[in-house]
């Protein structure tokens, strides 16, 4: 049995479709991700710690799942391959290849991935996350499929002559989660290189010795000795507090010391950095607390936040959800199976385990009681 058989039944083509795709020839959909553009993401998550810790925060908080199987003798064979098939290089395991996707997904709006089966193409040897700026995507044969073409090093191109093996999601848009953030860490990043240039000149401490003689002709005289020597004990006397030695500087006259821009204070940059923040924050739609920012807010306030994330990462299961469906059912036919698969996800966090035990006992309280008063009747 072959592991994907293509359906050859013709299908119609529907009119607004006809139009699309006779008006512009090929149909290219909106997901596909420039090189320069995966760059820029990239560099941007490296740039700016808080995106990189929001994305990787939300892709842990989508929890985990469990793929059930409609035919129960097979949810054992079924368990075993997606815990132990291989990802990539170094991967192992459906999760693993689904954290992967989804952290695509987040950063570049698109993600793609390959069922890579062996050299009979009766079993499935393993699971690859695709590089979504090398992958090109446009309609295919008929309105509903899609037609893969992959760049080379080199500068060719080929299509894929097996896009039933190719899953792929993106979302709404298929424009990343970053889109809009560049400008905005641009100027978050200015401020930080500003705050560290101005802390290079003040808060490194320097010091102005200055030596004023007196009017004396002895004294006039021996001025530039005098100087050499005040410069070398202070200079020795600085290099030793860097051994842990404390030595005194000792003069005599009209000697002055001050430290150098000590009249001038340092901006205040916490209004500008948090109004950038909170718009970072706004774009990635998670909570400022689990990343560590101490803003103040009320107990209501960060249970609404959890809710609005809660909401966030079932839009992205919803997203997952088929990609996980095609890998189960992709290895159900590659066994003889006619089986099918659904995703079971884990609960979010553990609020929802107790609104969810609290609402089982309002229910429970609530049958023994109409139970109660059937008796009584």
Not at 259 to 276: H, S
Request: aromatic share 6%; with cysteine; net charge negative.
């Amino acid at each position: 049995m072959k592991l994907f058989q293509k359906n050859k039944t013709p299908k119609a083509v529907p009119e607004l479709i006809g139009a699309q795709r006779s008006s512009g020839g090929s149909f290219s959909l909106p997901g596909t991700v420039q090189p320069c553009e995966k760059e820029l993401y990239d560099r941007l998550r490296c740039a700016v710690p808080i995106i990189d810790a929001a994305i990787m925060k939300m892709i842990r908080l989508t929890g985990g799942f469990r793929v059930i199987c409609s035919d129960e003798s097979l949810q054992q064979e079924l368990d075993s391959f997606l815990e132990n098939v291989p990802v990539g290089l170094t991967g192992r395991s459906v999760g693993c290849f689904a954290d992967n996707f989804l952290d695509s997904l987040l950063t570049y709006g698109s993600a793609v991935g390959e069922i890579v089966t062996d050299s009979g193409q009766q079993r499935i040897a393993g699971l690859w996350n695709g590089d979504i700026s090398k992958v090109s995507i446009a309609a295919g044969g008929d309105p509903f499929s899609r037609s893969y073409t992959v760049r080379a090093p080199d500068g060719s191109s080929r299509r894929l002559s097996h896009p039933e093996r190719i899953v792929y999601a993106e979302l709404t848009g298929g424009n990343s989660l970053l889109r809009g953030l560049p400008s905005l860490s641009g100027i978050l990043m200015r401020i930080y290189q500003c705050i560290g240039q101005n802390y290079d000149r003040a808060g490194n401490i320097r010091y102005a010795v200055t030596y004023r003689p007196s009017g004396e002709a002895a004294d006039m005289m021996n001025t530039g000795e005098r100087a050499k020597q005040i410069a070398r004990e202070w200079a020795d006397g600085m290099n030793s507090a860097k051994y842990g030695q404390v030595k005194d500087f000792v003069a005599v006259g009209d000697v002055d010391i001050k430290v150098i821009g000590a009249e001038n204070q340092l901006f205040d940059t916490n209004v500008p950095v948090r109004q950038i923040l909170e718009q970072l924050i706004a774009k990635l739609s998670i909570p400022p607390f689990l990343l560590g920012l101490s803003w103040s807010s009320t107990e209501r306030m960060s249970s609404q936040q959890a809710d609005i994330l809660t909401s966030e990462l079932e839009y992205y299961r919803r997203l997952l959800t088929p990609v996980i469906c095609d890998v189960g059912n992709a290895f159900l036919a590659s066994i003889g199976a006619e089986a099918s698969c659904s995703v079971e996800w884990d609960n979010i966090n553990l609020q929802d385990e107790t609104a969810l035990a609290e609402a089982r006992l309002k229910n429970a309280q609530a049958r023994e009681i109409e139970l109660r008063l059937e008796k009584n009747e």
